[in-house]
């Protein structure tokens, strides 16, 4: 065949200029086109096959109790009903729990939280499943329902038990420092509010199989949970993944109940299912981030140095475990942010309430820890009357030191990254003239912060720090690239494009990324804890360099020369050790030949995370390979009769490493820190005292918009290597920026505190709304006065 694409600019043109779009490259997100013009195929977009039914699920009406009839018969008889499940109809497994038991896909005798899905019914159309589901008659007896981490505590009803981590005696330390504190604050959960819902696809197949499109972050955990549910081997389902329109953590573990609803149904009916969840059921029938209650006890000394720290979480989790145990973890591996507690007790305690369970979302626990830590370092910079950023200053780590759980400091250059931003956004200046400000305005009070961030990246289950990838070239020089990692809207296909354009120094538009699919490469982790990049970027280098390896070998035999005389440049295949005379070939024209010449063109790499390890039996190891540093600096502006506050500014400087793609960093940088301000300003989750969610669609739930970006909002990446082999070196970047927004919450204590002329930390749990801001300013009133 001699024909040469249209789509493909000639080799010649290509060889006279640095190959495009590699690594490191300023780069559209692959999809960038498709998402501003509405070709991007989600989902529900796609064209649905002849015979499509529709699923819906019927909910409970109370939090808690058990179920004493449910009588079906008006749904089986509604207009358009094909079918209606129950638990019982389940063939095989009926527990989807990802790590430990407790998640029926369906209640089981007993109603855990108020709109647990208890049947589902299949339908000609969405709108008659939906009106479906509403003719049931349920009678239940009620029981009472744990609705707090309050209430949770005092009956000991946790999800899974307490763990702890020690350094030192905290104790001791405490009883003998000059200076003794205590304090609590309560972060409240967040909705994730993705742009696109729960939503599955399942089509029947061969054999009695399932083809699953799934808006999942976890396809490899979709297709076992499926699998088991229909008690079929695991390789009779496929799931597929071509984007989701955000995912936040979202669709880790819970796009996997709607999966294997669709699932059965199609099986039953063999007929194609979707089964998709409108906003108001996707807010009520999903996990969110967790709420934390934390308490904590310091010693510190006169200067406000840490000697001692006593500090107890309790997360949020609702009636199950789901990822509860690790995300309570995280956030007692972050309650130190960046700062050396020295001797520490931390205990964190997972309560069950009779809430839906929540689940992962980005940060996945960690900024209920860290904004904690920053919590207690303004407290005792108002205790000592000393600058907040002074008192960070005199806490952060420095290397040779230990965590609280015994992983090493190492490479720990935060503090030159805090002292470049302080200078950058003037801070002392600011902070001058912001004192100023507030000496002589009654009503309007100005506060500033800059806060740092130090999270750790990894999962914290070892074995899931590991990624496939599969790449194939074709003679035309074109190159398919297929791996574990779903693509969300984050850039993760585009960043890993890049990857392999640059391992053979070829332009970007040889290199099409396709779905993600469990038939392609099998067994993957879920697109989560910030590793898609390092995980997938690395597997994929690994396929490149043994088909690199493999195309090299074949040069040497074929033109009697050294490895060293054989080299990939823009776009071409160079041989020979002199320049004048090297033979420049085509990608396209060497590889045709290495095809001609029988050489495998096509491989799998793999990756697994070096070094980590975590003892959870005596609480200690090293659970993260490296840590991504950052620091915000934030201004805000309050009305002491309102409450009402605005963001006047905010400055960001974040380490990467050595980026993979600094657009596409600097934008998940911006989208980070507004979700983070989100979380801690506007967006409030709320329950009724009969446990039903009131916050339950865009018309209660206030999530950040155009308007609430700061009118001057700076961000830059600080340039400097991984220190650890990671994909040249680059740093994740998904799930540390997030953290940037509690700036901005430390701004508004910061201006509440200036009521008092510094001298009183404000009580202000989170979110801190126009309410409570309010309500801390008067505080701040009242106590200055006494």
Not at 211 to 228: A, D, F, G, I, N
Request: with cysteine; charged share 20%.
């Amino acid at each position: 065949m001699s024909h040469v694409s249209s789509k493909v600019t000639p080799w010649e043109a290509r060889r006279q200029r640095p190959a495009k779009g590699k690594s490191g490259s300023k780069l559209a997100h692959e999809s960038a086109e498709k998402h501003v013009l509405g070709t991007a195929t989600y989902i529900d977009d796609m064209p649905e096959q002849a015979g499509t039914l529709f699923a819906a699920v019927g909910k409970s009406t109370i939090a808690h109790g058990k179920i004493l009839s449910l009588d079906l018969t008006a749904v089986c008889n509604a207009p358009g009903v094909v079918d209606v499940i129950t638990l019982d109809d389940i063939p095989g497994e009926k527990d989807i729990g990802p790590v430990f038991k407790g998640d029926p896909i369906f209640a089981d005798g007993v109603v855990e939280f108020h709109g647990q899905a208890l049947f589902a019914v299949l339908a000609e159309s969405f709108e008659q499943a939906k009106r479906a589901v509403l003719l049931a008659q349920v009678s239940y007896e009620e029981h009472p329902a744990l609705l707090t981490i309050k209430e949770a505590l005092q009956q000991n009803a946790f999800v899974r038990p307490a763990h702890s981590m020690q350094k030192g005696d905290a104790a001791s330390a405490i009883t003998a420092a000059p200076i003794q504190m205590s304090g609590e604050l309560y972060v409240k959960g967040q909705e994730h509010f993705y742009l696109e819902g729960q939503i599955s696809y399942a089509l029947p197949a061969e054999d009695g199989g399932i083809k699953l499109y799934c808006s999942s972050q976890h396809p490899t955990e979709v297709q076992k949970l499926v699998s088991e549910v229909l008690d079929l081997p695991i390789n009779h389902v496929q799931v597929e993944v071509r984007r989701m329109g955000g995912g936040f953590g979202g669709k880790e573990t819970q796009a996997a109940q709607w999966g294997c609803i669709a699932s059965v149904f199609a099986r039953r009916q063999n007929r194609p299912v979707k089964m998709r969840l409108d906003r108001q059921d996707d807010m009520v029938l999903t996990g969110k981030r967790h709420d934390f209650y934390n308490r904590y006890q310091l010693g510190i000394d006169e200067n406000g140095k840490i000697l001692g720290a006593d500090i107890e979480l309790a997360g949020f989790c609702g009636y199950s475990p789901d990822l509860s145990d690790a995300i309570v973890d995280r956030a007692m591996f972050h309650v130190d942010n960046a700062y050396d507690l020295n001797n520490a007790r931390v205990i964190g305690h997972r309560c069950k309430t009779n809430t839906v369970s929540n689940t992962a979302y980005r940060g996945f626990g960690g900024p209920q820890g860290m904004i904690f830590a920053e919590a207690m370092l303004d407290d005792i910079a108002r205790k000592v009357g000393k600058d907040p950023l002074d008192v960070r200053k005199a806490n952060f780590y420095r290397d040779g030191g230990s965590t609280h759980y015994g992983q090493p400091v190492e490479d720990f250059f935060l503090p030159e990254l805090v002292e470049q931003l302080e200078q950058d956004c003037d801070y002392r200046a600011r902070r001058a003239a912001i004192t100023e400000f507030n000496r002589t305005n009654r009503w309007k009070k100005r506060g500033l912060a800059l806060t740092p961030v130090r999270f750790g990246i990894s999962f914290t289950i070892q074995f899931l720090n590991q990624a496939g990838a599969l790449v194939h070239i074709y003679t035309d020089g074109s190159i398919h690239l297929n791996h574990g990692g779903t693509e969300m809207g984050q850039g993760l296909f585009t960043k890993v494009a890049q990857v392999v354009a640059h391992e053979f120094d070829l332009d970007i538009d040889m290199i099409q990324a396709s779905a993600t699919a469990t038939d392609k490469v099998p067994n993957t982790s879920p697109t989560a804890a910030s590793s898609g990049s390092d995980l997938n970027g690395k597997a994929a280098q690994n396929a490149c360099q043994i088909l690199k390896s493999r195309l090299v070998q074949f040069a040497q035999q074929h033109y009697q020369v050294n490895a060293g005389d054989v080299r990939f440049i823009n776009n071409h295949v160079v041989i020979g050790a002199d320049e004048n005379s090297a033979q420049w070939i085509s990608f396209a024209d060497f590889v045709t030949l290495a095809y001609q010449n029988r050489v495998s063109l096509s491989t799998t790499g793999y990756y697994a995370t070096p070094k980590i390890h975590y003892n959870r039996d005596t609480a200690s190891g090293r659970p993260f390979f490296y840590f991504a540093f950052g620091a915000c600096c934030a201004e805000v502006e309050i009305d002491t009769l309102t409450g009402e506050y605005k963001v006047l500014r905010a400055d960001i400087l974040h380490d990467v490493g050595r980026s993979l793609n600094p657009a596409i960093d600097i934008g998940q940088i911006e989208g980070g820190f507004i979700q983070g301000m989100g979380w801690l300003t506007t967006e409030e989750l709320l329950w009724d005292d009969k446990g039903r969610l009131q916050s339950n669609s865009a018309a209660t739930y206030k999530i950040p918009t155009s308007v609430d970006i700061p009118a001057h909002f700076n961000v830059q990446l600080f340039d400097r290597a991984n220190a650890e082999d990671t994909i040249y070196n680059s740093k994740a970047v998904g799930e540390p920026p997030f953290m940037h927004g509690i700036a901005v919450w430390c701004a508004l204590r910061d201006a509440v505190a200036s009521v008092a002329d510094y001298t009183i930390s404000p009580p202000l749990d989170t979110p801190a709304t126009p309410e409570r801001v309010l309500n801390a300013v008067m505080f701040c009133q009242q106590e200055s006065k006494a």
